[in-house]
């Protein structure tokens, strides 16, 4: 059974950070590109950030660079985002979500990704 599940999100004070976890079974997560993808009430779902496979080159959406952070920790099968200086327009659900096999390449198009787990809440206020 293959299953991505997020943990990490809460409620945060503007300015302060997060570390969110995306734990992979049934699957090898160090042999896909992964993403990060966010959600907010009446929104489209945007990608935030991406980590290609092998050398774990990543690449981040404009309105994150510089904030965001995204890794591998491949013994553990798990994938981590840290959001760092978060804003209140952060406020998200957020989900991590696995590209084919044959896909080599990073994008932060949703429809590039076939694979994706539930969500954690990101919410960023006073």
């Known amino acids: 059974q293959v299953q991505l599940v997020e943990s990490g999100g809460g409620l945060v004070q503007p300015g302060g950070s997060l570390r969110l976890s995306c734990a992979a079974s049934?699957?090898?997560?160090?042999?896909?590109?992964i993403g990060w993808f966010r959600q907010a009430p009446g929104k489209e779902r945007e990608g935030v950030s991406c980590?290609?496979?092998?050398?774990?080159?990543?690449y981040h959406a404009d309105s994150v660079k510089g904030r965001f952070t995204m890794s591998r920790d491949n013994e553990k099968n798990t994938v981590y985002l840290q959001m760092n200086s978060l804003k209140p327009e952060d406020t998200a659900v957020y989900y991590c979500?696995?590209?084919?096999?044959?896909?080599?390449?990073?994008?932060?198009?949703?429809?590039?990704?076939?694979?994706w787990g539930q969500g954690t809440q990101v919410t960023v206020s006073s």
């Open positions: 979500a696995s590209r084919p096999l044959y896909s080599d390449y990073c994008t932060l198009s949703p429809d590039g990704f076939h694979y």
């Open positions: 049934g699957f090898t997560l160090g042999r896909h590109v």
């Open positions: 980590i290609s496979r092998s050398d774990g080159w990543t």
